[in-house]
């Protein structure tokens, strides 16, 4: 019985730092399948005409995002692919790349 409770304690306690990681697990893996590709991970290459996003505010990202998903910001490029991320696939990418180092 007093395990009980106090393994429940532990798995309230673990529990946000699970979802935290799971968070960025998720973003790297949309970013390393999707926006790598012309973004980059840190840095797009050299002469590539995509903006970093690396080191870059979230909300900002966030709000990009989703401007995008909603076409009140035109890219028909950005409109395919927002259009096709969930809020939680926008926080997570977000997420990951606004806390990666440039
Ligand atoms: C096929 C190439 C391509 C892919 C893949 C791509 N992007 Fe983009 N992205 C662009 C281009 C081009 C722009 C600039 C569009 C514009 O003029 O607004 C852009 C702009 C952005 C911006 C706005 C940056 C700023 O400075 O305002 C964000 C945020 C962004 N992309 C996030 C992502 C994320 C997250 C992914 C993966 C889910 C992704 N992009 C995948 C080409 C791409």
């Not at 050299?46 to 998903?69: E, I, M, N, W």
């Amino acid at each position: 019985m007093r395990l009980t409770a106090l393994s429940g304690l532990l798995l309230v306690g673990l529990m946000p730092q699970c979802a935290y990681a799971a968070n960025l697990y998720a973003g790297h893996a949309t970013a390393a399948a999707v926006c790598s590709h012309c973004h980059g991970i840190k840095v797009p290459s050299a002469d590539a005409p995509f903006p970093t996003l690396a080191g870059r505010d979230v909300d900002y990202l966030k709000l990009a995002l989703k401007q995008y998903s909603d076409k009140t910001r035109k890219s028909d490029i950005m409109n395919a692919i927002a259009g096709s991320l969930s809020d939680d696939d926008i926080s997570n990418v977000a997420t990951y790349y606004g806390r990666l180092k440039p």
